[in-house]
């Protein structure tokens, strides 16, 4: 009997490992279904009508190209990831239809979803600094980024075409999240001048502005080549610039998914700069992943850390924190109390009042 359960606990343990040793086949068969298109062929509008790989083949691949038998293999790999749902049919056929994961792959009726950030994530240029990471433990001086690709990532983003596709994950991702969050979050309430530093297109600011009306002027301030593809949006100034030199005034500053990009020494310049922007009942509101103190298995810290991982791979800074380290960053700029509100389960809202 104890042999018995030995093996098994041993069995589970190599099943584990084989499992890892082949995990980079499920991104890359999400960005493969997502430039075939498939979620939206299976989506058409919020049908989800469940299709086999030769149905989905004849919507992606109208010519009658394509090996049906493959996009299945595929298929079911995700699948197993809880992306598809399969539905055997009694003619022994496998049709498949999105799951509540598969649908955030699949276009809304305003264009957006999470696919841009998959296929922005899982970029050939980023794809290359992976098999370096090992560097990162030897000498962390240049980031793997930086040692395949020749220049820093934020130097990367300097075509239109990667532009847009930088602007289309964080509009794809901010959109859903900022429109639940505001449900809860209050914070903005009594607010006139909301500026955003590192707002990229504007997007979250005008979101926030729709929900709260008191907001009357809106500054997104970013870097110069960001602010220069963003849109025109009601009650909002683009202001181009850099946050560790200088923050425009406002009643409230918010810095969302932006900390964990620089180290605490640049963080605290950004977060001081925003104290100096403030007056003397204003808030610094950030909104960023907070670090569980604890490690543990759940989704939320695999997802958490492999973003930390990632930012570590492809900017090679000190980035994503925990809540008293934040606290202590806090302190450090000036502030002197501090709130945390855990509304979504990837990032949080810190509030920092002088
Ligand atoms: C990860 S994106 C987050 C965008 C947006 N806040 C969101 O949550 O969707 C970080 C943004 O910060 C901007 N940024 C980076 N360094 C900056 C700096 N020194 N000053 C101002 N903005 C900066 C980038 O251009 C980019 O738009």
């Not at 289309?168 to 909301?194: H, S």
């Not at 109390?337 to 002088?354: G, P």
Request: net charge negative; proline share 5%.
């Amino acid at each position: 009997m104890e042999g018995k359960k030995v093996f098994q606990s041993q069995n589970k343990s190599r099943l584990a490992i084989l499992s890892l040793s082949n995990m980079m086949s499920v991104p890359s068969s999400v960005v493969a279904v997502i430039q075939l298109k498939v979620p939206d062929a299976i989506f058409q509008g919020g049908s989800n009508v469940a299709l086999s790989a030769a149905e989905i083949l004849a919507v992606v691949l109208p010519k009658g190209e394509g090996e049906p038998d493959n996009l299945e293999r595929i298929l079911r790999l995700l699948t197993s990831y809880d992306i598809f749902e399969e539905h055997l049919c009694s003619n022994g056929v496998r049709k498949f239809s999105l799951t509540e994961i598969g649908k955030c792959l699949a276009t809304d009726e305003e264009g957006l979803s999470y696919a841009p950030y998959v296929l922005q994530h899982n970029q050939e240029a980023y794809m290359r600094a992976w098999p370096r990471l090992k560097d990162v433990v030897e000498d962390s001086s240049v980031e793997p980024f930086r040692k395949v690709n020749g220049q820093h990532a934020l130097n990367f983003y300097v075509n239109p075409d990667q532009i847009a596709l930088f602007n289309k994950a964080f509009v794809g991702m901010t959109t859903p999240f900022m429109r639940e969050v505001l449900e809860f979050y209050d914070g903005f309430q009594g607010v006139e001048t909301l500026v955003d530093v590192g707002g990229s297109t504007g997007v979250s600011l005008s979101l926030i502005m729709d929900k709260f009306p008191n907001i009357t002027k809106g500054i997104n301030f970013d870097l110069p080549k960001m602010v220069a593809s963003a849109p025109q949006l009601p009650g909002i100034t683009h202001v181009a610039g850099d946050a560790t030199k200088f923050v425009p005034s406002g009643d409230a500053v918010m810095m969302k998914w932006l900390c964990s990009g620089f180290s605490d020494e640049l963080c605290t310049k950004m977060m001081k700069n925003c104290h100096k922007a403030l007056p003397a009942e204003g808030k610094l509101i950030i909104c960023d992943p907070l670090l569980p103190e604890l490690t543990d298995e759940s989704t939320r810290t695999k997802a958490i850390l492999g973003g930390d991982v990632f930012m570590m791979t492809m900017y090679g800074t000190k980035t994503t924190r925990t809540e008293k380290q934040f606290k202590e960053l806090g302190i450090a700029a000036g502030f002197s109390r501090f709130r945390v509100f855990y509304i979504d389960a990837y990032l949080a809202f810190m509030e920092f009042h002088k």
